[in-house]
């Protein structure tokens, strides 16, 4: 089978360019500070979800050996999907597969995982596919009537948003974004970044929690507790565990592995050079200023009233 070149060229992924990846231009949009964005079913996307890819992702025929992990950005999906590929793999990396990114799929993006149908089709079980979409926006189309396995990470939302402003500041698939960080925090704040609003993206699976092929986790519950969470996730996807495989799995996935390791450090995306930045919890006590962070905290109890969210903001 013909492979695109990104899949070939895997030292040399190359910057996001509209003219390229991106269709449907005549919608894409530019904010301030030059922020590039689309607007999907009224929620901002990077513009290589394309109305196409997005449309492609959500007809998916899954199988139930299929698992689909998803997140809001930056809340640490890249470790969880290291994590899965070693699950399904007896804990090493697959002898056939030369990086994390080639070991998933990431159907609505026309960027750095393009698939196409007979690709996907082709791929043996049991199949990884990454996601950030919220519920309503799923891979494969409503998760709850679909045999696919969902699990779902969220992350703080204030080392969310500044993990988040890193990311984006500067690089091409966001138009090059230029703004200070006060700014970042405010359209981060009002909904306005790539994939929505957290709040929105986090209750939107958090509702459906209890559904049998959905698992939802936190990323400071990994950090805290690392292998009794994968035990859950083993739980979940129905894999014995033994000792030493939890073992295995837990050196591996360390930031500090996971940021040297060729497999799994991203190098390969040019501008993912700084994607391992600190892997902390609460880091974002080096980034808000006093004033923002009451306001965050005013802003988060006032969007957490019923009190779903069960993070401490500290
Ligand atoms: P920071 O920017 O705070 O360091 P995602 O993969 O969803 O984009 O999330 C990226 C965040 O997860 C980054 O957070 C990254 O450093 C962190 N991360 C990646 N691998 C990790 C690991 N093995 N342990 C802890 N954090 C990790």
Redesign the pocket.
């Known amino acids: 089978m013909d492979l695109p070149k990104q899949l070939n060229d895997k030292f040399s992924i190359g910057e996001y360019s509209d003219g390229i990846h991106a269709d449907d231009l005549e919608n894409l949009k530019t904010g301030e500070y030059g922020y590039r964005y689309r607007l999907l079913e009224n929620v901002v996307m990077p513009p290589y979800i394309t109305p196409e890819k997005y449309q492609f992702s959500r007809t998916i025929q899954t199988r139930d050996s299929d698992i689909c992990y998803t997140?809001y950005?930056?809340?640490?999906?890249?470790?969880?999907?290291?994590i899965l590929v070693l699950i399904v793999n007896n804990g090493e990396i697959p002898a056939c597969k030369d990086t994390l990114r080639n070991s998933l799929h990431w159907v609505a993006s026309s960027w750095t995982y393009p698939r196409s149908q007979a690709e996907l089709e082709a791929t043996p079980s049991p199949r990884i596919f990454k996601s950030h979409m919220p519920y309503q926006m799923a891979l494969g189309g409503d998760p709850i009537k679909n045999p696919c396995k969902y699990i779902y990470?969220a992350?703080n939302p204030k080392?969310v948003a500044?993990?988040y402003y890193?990311?984006e500041r500067e690089k091409s698939w966001s138009g090059y974004y230029s703004g200070p960080w006060d700014h970042w925090l405010k359209i981060f704040m009002e909904g306005n970044v790539q994939r929505g609003s957290w709040f929105d993206h986090v209750l939107s699976w958090w509702q459906h929690r209890d559904a049998d092929n959905i698992l939802f986790l936190r990323?400071e519950d990994?950090?805290a507790n690392f292998k009794q969470e994968l035990r859950k996730i083993m739980t979940f996807l129905g894999y014995e565990q033994h000792d030493d495989m939890i073992t295995k799995i837990a050196e591996k996935?360390?930031?500090e592995?996971?940021?040297k390791d060729n497999f799994s450090n991203m190098h390969e995306i040019k501008e993912f050079h700084s994607?391992?930045?600190?892997?902390?919890v609460r880091?974002w006590k080096e980034q808000f200023e006093e004033d923002q962070c009451l306001a965050f905290n005013e802003f988060y109890e006032k969007k957490n009233e019923r009190h779903w969210t069960q993070f401490d903001l500290g």
């Open positions: 997140s950005p930056k809340s640490g999906s890249t470790w969880l999907a290291y990470i992350r080392d500044v993990s890193y990311f990323y990994l950090k996935t360390t930031f592995n996971m940021q994607f391992f930045r600190k892997g902390k880091s």
